[in-house]
């Protein structure tokens, strides 16, 4: 069975520091994907980043990085320079062909940006 | 359309009556998820279709909720006889294809059932 950890119910950070916000999974599929989604108060899910599992490289999207660690079973999110706009819920998720390609997500990191 | 789309955006629903909530896809998208969302909590599965083929409702919590998308395109998930524990959000999401692809989410119908 899939199974995504999000250990950080709650993250505060310092306008323009930079914060890890970290998700490990459980698969015995070689095939899969991480994803981030943030959820901001008004309710949407927002994608942010993708990770392939054959990917060699540790993904890149703006001011948004995944730091993967396969061995580790580890994908966490890091954002950098980060903005109060970016106070909200931040959910690991992953999805694998060999099981159907349902999604799974974590329970999710509430992010807070301090002035 | 330019997104997912669902609605109603809100329904307020009195307990034992049904309820059927709707979401529109991106077009041409394959695939299509409804999710359950508790306040403070990650979206949780209840069913996903293929199209028109409904290829997994594991998730969905008991005999009274019901999905289908009969076209593969608009799909609607109904609720029989809801009770309080059914309040949530519920969220919709689309991908093109099957593969390791990111949903689309619509904005959610949150259901408040009284």
């Known amino acids: 069975a899939q199974k995504i950890t999000q250990t950080q119910p709650g993250m505060f950070v310092q306008e323009k520091e930079a914060v890890t916000l970290d998700c490990t999974y459980d698969?015995?599929?070689?095939?899969?994907?991480l994803f981030w989604y943030k959820q901001p108060s008004s309710g949407e899910m927002i994608f942010l980043i993708y990770?392939?599992?054959?990917?060699?490289q540790n993904a890149t999207e703006g001011r948004y990085s995944l730091n993967f660690q396969k061995a580790r079973k580890s994908a966490n999110l890091v954002i950098s320079a980060s903005q109060l706009g970016d106070s909200a819920m931040y959910f690991c998720a992953m999805r694998s062909p060999n099981t159907g390609n349902q999604f799974y997500f974590g329970t999710g990191t509430s992010l807070t940006v301090i002035p | 359309g330019a997104g997912v789309s669902q609605s109603p955006r809100y329904k307020v629903a009195k307990r034992g009556q049904d309820v059927a909530l709707r979401c529109d896809p991106i077009?041409?998208?394959?695939?299509l998820f409804w999710y359950q969302q508790a306040l403070g909590q990650g979206p949780e599965f209840l069913t996903y279709f293929q199209n028109e083929a409904q290829l997994d409702k594991s998730g969905l919590p008991s005999d009274r909720f019901f999905a289908e998308r009969p076209e593969g395109s608009v799909s609607t998930l109904k609720i029989q006889r809801t009770q309080q524990e059914d309040s949530a959000v519920y969220l919709c999401?689309?991908?093109?294809?099957?593969?390791?692809?990111?949903?689309?989410f619509g904005s959610g119908t949150q259901l408040s059932v009284l």
């Open positions: 999401a689309s991908s093109l294809r099957t593969e390791n692809e990111k949903l689309f």
């Open positions: 077009s041409g998208h394959v695939s």
């Open positions: 698969t015995s599929d070689p095939s899969y994907g």
């Open positions: 990770q392939g599992s054959y990917d060699q």
